[in-house]
Nanobody
Framework: EVQLVESGGGVVQPGGSLRLSCAASGFSFDGYAIAWFRQAPGKEREGVSVLSSTDGSTYYGDSVKGRFTISSDNTKNTVYLQMNSLKPEDTAVYYC???????????????????WGQGTQVTVSS
């Protein structure tokens, strides 16, 4: 059974940091791009970042560029999202997703996502 399981969410003060994890089971990251999305109450889902397993290239949404970093540990079949300098507007449910693609020099989050996780809540509040 294919599963993506997010963890690492929580409550943090503005300016703080969190690291989210997305553990995959039932498939290998080879041939997939792994992405993070988020959705705040009353807002549309927003692409945060994506990483290509083909060449390791990454792409970030404008709102998180310079603050968030996506990385992977293929030995653990896990993708991470390091979030620094968090702001209240980063509050959302964060989801990871996997797109079956050999895309390289990735420059978009508009990919065919095959699998989604259940999400983890991130709350930035003082």
């Amino acid at each position: 059974e294919v599963q993506l399981v997010e963890s690492g969410g929580g409550v943090v003060q503005p300016g703080g940091s969190l690291r989210l994890s997305c553990a995959a089971s039932g498939f290998s990251f080879d041939g997939y791009a792994i992405a993070w999305f988020r959705q705040a109450p009353g807002k549309e889902r927003e692409g945060v970042s994506v990483l290509s397993s083909t060449d390791g290239s990454t792409y970030y949404g404008d709102s998180v560029k310079g603050r968030f970093t996506i990385s992977s540990d293929n030995t653990k079949n896990t993708v991470y999202l390091q979030m620094n300098s968090l702001k209240p507007e980063d509050t959302a449910v964060y989801y990871c997703a996997a797109a079956e693609t050999f895309a390289f020099e990735i420059a978009t989050m508009d990919l065919p996502y095959n699998y989604w996780g259940q999400g983890t809540q991130v709350t930035v509040s003082s």
